[in-house]
């Protein structure tokens, strides 16, 4: 009798050991993580063939269907004689439900935190988009976001993370999109 309930603990115990394991080992393959760092760049930039009060426009218009604010939006005259812009965003609340938070921080953030019975509660991204008149008809424009989110259950703590590259991705292909048109 002893032995048949020694054998059913040690079996609890090894299907908890192999179950505990394989929740904290990794899923990814090598195929994965290319994927997964995919858009990762040093700088996030690109030129556009169109001139710089449309693509000043269109950064504008981006940042504003977002539901965002702009906080800062100045335009200066370099001494070549062309133009750079600084377009600022507030802190935009990308997500505030918990059950699609993680899911943003998963798709947007280069290596979010794990935490066991965290609750994950906002997801806040601030976009800086720097457009600097090339020429007459060329454009470049460097995007930078600053991530973050509240965790309200484990820590109390607000996490900033840094970028996968793919939100800049879909900013530069809604550009393309808009600048086209």
């Known amino acids: ?6 054998n059913a603990y040690f079996i609890f115990a090894a299907i908890f050991l192999l179950s505990f394991i394989c929740s904290v080992t990794p899923a990814f393959s090598q195929d994965d ?12 930039e690109e030129t556009y063939d169109a001139p710089f009060d449309k693509i000043w426009s269109i950064v504008q218009t981006i940042v504003t269907d977002e539901g965002c604010q702009i906080v800062s939006d100045r335009v200066r005259e370099l001494d070549d004689g062309m133009r750079k812009g600084i377009c600022q965003s507030e802190l935009c609340i990308l997500s505030q439900k918990a059950d699609t938070v993680f899911i943003y921080m998963k798709n947007f953030a280069l290596k979010p935190p794990f935490i066991r019975g965290g609750v994950w509660d906002v ?17 470049k424009v460097l995007i930078t976001l600053d991530m973050s989110s509240f965790e309200s259950n484990a820590t109390k ?7 996968n590259g793919y939100r800049e991705f879909l900013l530069f292909e809604k550009i393309n999109e808009l600048s086209t048109k």
């Open 1 to 6: 009798m002893k032995k048949k309930i020694l």
């Open 33 to 44: 993580e290319n994927v997964v760092n995919k858009y990762l760049k040093d700088k996030y």
């Open 123 to 139: 997801f806040r991204c601030q976009s800086r988009f720097v457009v600097t008149e090339i020429d007459k008809n060329k454009t």
């Open 157 to 163: 703590k607000s996490y900033n993370f840094d970028t």
